[in-house]
């Protein structure tokens, strides 16, 4: 089984950063790629950032130029810094990490972590 555990959510000021981390525990399979989702109330979920074999990185649209997405391979952990936060930037922040064996590929959440941008 898969853990998937998300931290540093937190509240912060207009212009603010910060640093979220996922870890996952994948002992007997090898995680492809993971991935950031938000979704604030009323609203869907939605893409974020991804990153594939620590290599290929995706982001949505309205994060380019402020989120950045890292991967430490050796720690099976995902990194979102946050910088230049706003308003809109409020909601509950996804881990998602993608695992493939013998080809077959499987997707697990994380509970979400918080993160709140207000003056």
């Known amino acids: 089984q898969v853990q998937v555990v998300e931290s540093g959510g937190g509240v912060v000021q207009p212009g603010g950063s910060l640093r979220l981390s996922c870890a996952a525990s994948?002992?007997?399979?090898?995680?492809?790629?993971m991935g950031w989702y938000r979704q604030a109330p009323g609203k869907q979920r939605e893409l974020v950032a991804t990153?594939?074999?620590?290599?290929?990185?995706d982001y949505s649209d309205s994060v380019k130029g402020r989120f950045t997405i890292s991967r430490d391979n050796a720690k099976n952990t995902v990194y979102l810094q946050m910088n230049s936060l706003k308003p809109e930037d409020t909601a509950v922040y996804y881990c998602k990490v993608q695992t493939v064996v013998l080809g077959l590929k499987s997707d697990y959440w994380g509970q979400g972590t918080q993160v709140t941008v207000s003056s």
């Open positions: 990153i594939v074999g620590g290599v290929s990185t």
């Open positions: 994948a002992l007997i399979v090898s995680i492809n790629a």
